[in-house]
């Protein structure tokens, strides 16, 4: 659009900006062809007059006052504009009312008017205003009008340089995209209104974005009232407030890539969560981390075709099942996790959930212990790896079913190898004075015995050793091997308990 006339030229990176008519002043440039100024490039930005230790409000007039000074040096027109920001302070929703509390320049460059903020893309002050901090930000030299109307709105709408204008009214309702949302990649959010209403306590966000980017959020300071789930292009995000009110909700988001030069979580949206009613059931345990589920991000890690591609999971009967195929040559670690006095210890955790490796597949049995909200944490790592295992991903998993009581899965040691698998018992409990089959999957051993009050030895049977042992007269039974006939001595693999009478 070109401002004051409104004709449109093409894209939004081709509108005319004519704008209206001024006598203006000049921009404070080095004396340099104005060519390389052109209106996808950013102004060279020098310092600005602007004093670290002044408020907000007059290190803005000191900076639109210096990219006036001295005309004569570049010849170019320069505009000093007022109005209302969106900047430090602002809250989200808020109205304005009364004089200007902020100024900005409109410049004509190449038979053009371009919009720039000279303050913020120079720093910006502490939450007391006392001190400034120098920080360039480019995105506020030559913005696009179409931008520049997020968070600055003109007193003169004509040097909004759009057609149709914007109304204050539609300024102040307008959702808040600073400058940290377009130069991440992000295209759009929902809802794209500041004021979210909780409808039978929940709230939902989704942001887009072009490529993999990662995602946080804090609602009153914390990540614990929400599940959010990372798409291929963007995230999704639900919010279920535990108090009635007002709750403000900060959505954070950086990029994805390891070498990234500035690898801190930037804020992106503010929000205004108004809740009327809470719904207590969707009170998540501590240990869920945000993001929930698999998503693009767990693929890198090696995690493809998730039998489960939702972050959380129903069971009726206390038991589930996920598959991966692991697409590196990766080790896995899980855990499962609960709150309050139904914690469990870190080993309980592990016993929880039983690895079965079949070439490039992993799935993964889960046990509950009991009814109620469980995290399964997966971490991974490379076999060659020495080191510790990264944490990669979560789930949550929920069951209702107070009746549920699962013992945990058989203790296992060091050479049980990742690729053995137990068909039979899977629990890690065993009847007292009862006639227990065994039945394990398990290559390169000479001979298995299981070790009761008595010994049973185990016989091959296409591939698997099987047999029976009777639990009468101990509490603690475990499988050994011999993996050389050669030698003597036997390993112990697996360990179960045995019920007391």
Known sequence: ??????????????????????????????????????????????????????????????????????????????????????????????????????????????????????????????????????????????????LFINNHFPDNSNWQLLKPTLTLKEFENNMLHNSNFYTLGLLAARPDTPIIQTVNGKASVSVDCRSG????????????????????????????????GSHKLEIFAKPSKAEAADDVYKCVLEYVVECESVDKAMRFPKELHQPVGPSWFSERQGFLRPSHSQPILHTNDGRCSLTFTLSKDISVLTSLHADGSSSLSEDMGRRHVLQIHRRNQIELKVHLPHAGNFVLKIYSKKKSDPGNYDYIFNYLIRCLNTEVKWPAFPQSFSKWLQDYEILEPLSGLLPANRNVQFKLKMHGIAKVLVQAENMYPLTQNKGCWEGTCNTSGCREVFVMVHENANHSFYSQVLKYEVETQ
């Open 213 to 244: 980017t990662l995602f946080m959020f804090k609602l009153k300071g914390t990540d614990e009232h929400g599940l959010m789930t990372l798409k291929k292009h963007g995230m999704e995000l639900d919010i279920y407030p535990q108090k009635t």
């Open 1 to 146: 659009m070109d401002g004051a006339s409104g004709k449109k030229t093409g894209n939004m990176q081709n509108w005319e900006r004519k704008g209206p008519s001024s006598t203006g002043c000049s921009l404070h440039l080095c004396a340099k062809t104005t060519k390389a100024n052109s209106p996808t490039q950013p102004l060279r930005h020098h310092r600005l007059f602007s004093s670290p230790e002044v408020p907000d409000r007059f290190n803005t007039e000191l900076s639109c006052c210096s990219l006036s000074f001295p005309s004569s040096l570049a010849g170019i027109q320069c505009k000093k504009l007022s109005g209302h920001a969106k900047g430090h302070g602002y809250k989200t929703g808020q109205t304005f009312t009364g004089n200007s509390d902020h100024a900005w320049n409109a410049v004509y460059l190449e038979g053009r008017w371009h919009l720039l903020d000279s303050t913020w893309g120079s720093g910006s002050v502490d939450d007391s205003f006392t001190k400034f901090t120098y920080r360039y930000n480019e995105f506020y030299f030559l913005t696009h009008p179409a």
